[in-house]
């Protein structure tokens, strides 16, 4: 009797720490994350703006982003749970994507932001790419077209070197890109 009671208590310490480490506590994790997240919604700063939550590296936990504009995203954050707290991975400009913009991702962890602007003689437009360890984004890419209006010449770039058309098509084409579609959002004004 006494080695089962030894045996169970081992056996009981040994499930309270493999639930621990193993994270079992996912569920009050989740309350906690998504009640800061409410938070953050609720903030003045974005009446009016969209809001979608997204699993951006395929991890199970869903990221916020928030984006800014009506008919297409004119700019935005991301915030993501990590390590007990909800952190800011992303704000773009000043929340300003350009004339167009737009989030995009690839589920193995990456971040597009896409936007472009025009300068009365060029159309620029502007990829960055981005990897997401969970906590932090990484410039992977900086990718440019830029469109000479008048002769309709464009020029690629790479992390700010001319490339081929090719080369560039070569480095989107790599990715599985989802769009983060604004129309997908919910308004804030529906919490």
């Given at each position: 009797?006494?080695?089962?009671?030894?045996?169970?208590?081992?056996?009981?310490?040994?499930?309270?720490?493999?639930?621990?480490?193993?994270?079992?506590?996912?569920k009050?994790?989740?309350?906690?994350?998504?009640k800061?997240y409410?938070?953050?919604?609720?903030n003045?700063?974005f009446?009016?703006?969209?809001y979608i939550?997204?699993?951006?590296?395929?991890?199970k936990?869903?990221?916020?982003?928030?984006?800014?504009g009506?008919?297409?995203?004119?700019?935005?954050?991301?915030?993501?749970?990590?390590?007990?707290?909800?952190?800011?991975?992303?704000?773009?400009?000043?929340?300003?994507?350009?004339?167009?913009?737009?989030f995009?991702?690839d589920?193995?962890g990456?971040?597009?932001?896409?936007?472009?602007?025009c300068?009365?003689?060029?159309?620029?437009?502007?990829?960055?790419?981005?990897?997401f360890?969970?906590?932090?984004?990484a410039?992977?890419?900086?990718?440019?077209?830029?469109?000479?209006?008048?002769?309709?010449?464009?020029k690629?770039?790479?992390?700010?070197?001319?490339?081929?058309?090719?080369?560039?098509?070569?480095?989107?084409?790599?990715?599985?890109?989802?769009?983060?579609?604004i129309?997908?959002?919910?308004?804030?004004?529906?919490?």
């Amino acid at each position: 009797m006494v080695l089962t009671r030894k045996c169970g208590i081992i056996l009981i310490a040994f499930l309270s720490a493999f639930c621990f480490l193993s994270g079992c506590n996912k569920k009050n994790d989740n309350i906690t994350k998504e009640k800061e997240y409410e938070q953050i919604l609720q903030n003045d700063e974005f009446a009016g703006y969209s809001y979608i939550y997204i699993d951006i590296n395929s991890d199970k936990k869903d990221e916020l982003i928030i984006m800014t504009g009506t008919a297409h995203s004119s700019g935005g954050k991301i915030y993501a749970y990590c390590d007990n707290q909800v952190i800011e991975i992303f704000a773009d400009n000043e929340s300003e994507f350009g004339g167009y913009g737009s989030f995009y991702y690839d589920k193995r962890g990456y971040v597009i932001e896409y936007y472009d602007n025009c300068d009365g003689q060029n159309v620029n437009n502007y990829t960055f790419i981005y990897d997401f360890d969970g906590k932090k984004l990484a410039l992977v890419y900086e990718l440019e077209t830029i469109c000479n209006m008048d002769t309709l010449e464009y020029k690629y770039l790479l992390d700010g070197k001319v490339v081929t058309e090719e080369e560039y098509n070569k480095i989107l084409e790599s990715f599985d890109i989802i769009c983060i579609n604004i129309y997908d959002c919910k308004k804030i004004e529906d919490l």
